[in-house]
C-alpha cells in the first residue's frame, strides 16, 4: 500500500515562472491539504481539497491555487514566483475530509528553489 | 489570528535524559495533534488530543492536553538517539477550524 507520494522531489525556477506540483494521496484517503515549510520553520497551511473543491485555505494569495482530480489526487500551481516561494511544499491526505481531527499523513514533500 | 507558540526551540540532551516541549494557543482548541519531523524528512503524526486534560501515553512518550484546552505538552523519559528531531504541535480551533502548526522544538541527543 503506497502512502503519499509526490513529484518532483526538487524543483528550480527563476522568478516570476509558474510551477505546479504533483500529489497522490495514500490509497483510500479523499481529502488533501497542502502545506509550505520554510527553512527552520512548521508547515503553514495553504489550502485543503474535497470532493474536487477548495473546503479551506490559508493566508496565501491568489497565485497559490489547485485542484483535485476525480481520483482523489492533487496539484498545486503557484504562479509568478517569487524569492520568498522557496520552501518544502508538503502535501497531506486523510479520510473523510469533512470531519475535522482526522489523522493525516505528509509526503516527502517537494523542495522547491526560486532563484 | 490564531497563534501556537511551541518552547522550547531548541533542546540538547544527553542520552538518558528526559526532555519536555510546550505548546500554548492564542485560542481555544478543539483538539491538537502532535508530528515529529527528523532532519531532511516530513512531518510524521504521532498522536492527537481531543479531551480537556486528556493523558496519553505511548512508550517513552507522554502527551497532555490542558484543562482549558489551549496548551499541550510532550515529555519523553529517557530519551534515545533515536528521538531526535523536530516536534510539532498543530492545534485545530477558532472560527475557522484549520490546523495550525506550532514553532516546533528541535531536539538534539548526544550519546
Known amino acids: 500500500d503506497a502512502g503519499v507520494t509526490q513529484s518532483p522531489t526538487h524543483l528550480i525556477k527563476t522568478r516570476g515562472q509558474q510551477v505546479t506540483l504533483r500529489c497522490s494521496p495514500k490509497?483510500?484517503?479523499?481529502?488533501v491539504s497542502w502545506y509550505q515549510q520554510a527553512l527552520g520553520q512548521g508547515p503553514q497551511f495553504i489550502f485543503q481539497?474535497?470532493?474536487?473543491?477548495?473546503?479551506q485555505r490559508g493566508n496565501f494569495p491568489d497565485r497559490f491555487s489547485g485542484h483535485q482530480f476525480p481520483n482523489y489526487s492533487s496539484e498545486l500551481n503557484v504562479n509568478a514566483l517569487l524569492l520568498g516561494d522557496s520552501a518544502l511544499y508538503l502535501c497531506?491526505?486523510?479520510?473523510?475530509?469533512?470531519?475535522?481531527?482526522?489523522?493525516?499523513?505528509f509526503g516527502p514533500g517537494t523542495r522547491l528553489t526560486v532563484l | 489570528g490564531q497563534q501556537v507558540m511551541q518552547i522550547p526551540q531548541y533542546q540538547h540532551v544527553q542520552e538518558g535524559e528526559d526532555f519536555t516541549t510546550y505548546c500554548n494557543s492564542s485560542?481555544?482548541?478543539?483538539?491538537i495533534q502532535w508530528y515529529k519531523q527528523r532532519p531532511g524528512g516530513h512531518p510524521v503524526f504521532l498522536i492527537q488530543?481531543?479531551?480537556?486534560?486528556e493523558v496519553k501515553k505511548q512508550k517513552r512518550l507522554t502527551f497532555q492536553f490542558g484543562e482549558a484546552k489551549k496548551n499541550s505538552s510532550l515529555h519523553i523519559t529517557a530519551t534515545q538517539t533515536t528521538d531526535v528531531g523536530t516536534y510539532f504541535c498543530?492545534?485545530?480551533?477558532?472560527?475557522?477550524?484549520?490546523?495550525?502548526f506550532g514553532t516546533g522544538t528541535l531536539l538534539a541527543v548526544q550519546p
Open positions: 485560542t481555544t482548541l478543539s483538539n
Open positions: 481539497y474535497y470532493e474536487e473543491e477548495e473546503r
Open positions: 488530543l481531543v479531551k480537556s486534560g
Open positions: 490509497s483510500g484517503h479523499d481529502t
Open positions: 497531506a491526505s486523510s479520510s473523510q475530509g469533512a470531519v475535522p481531527g482526522n489523522e493525516q499523513f
Open positions: 498543530a492545534g485545530r480551533g477558532g472560527a475557522t477550524n484549520k490546523l495550525i
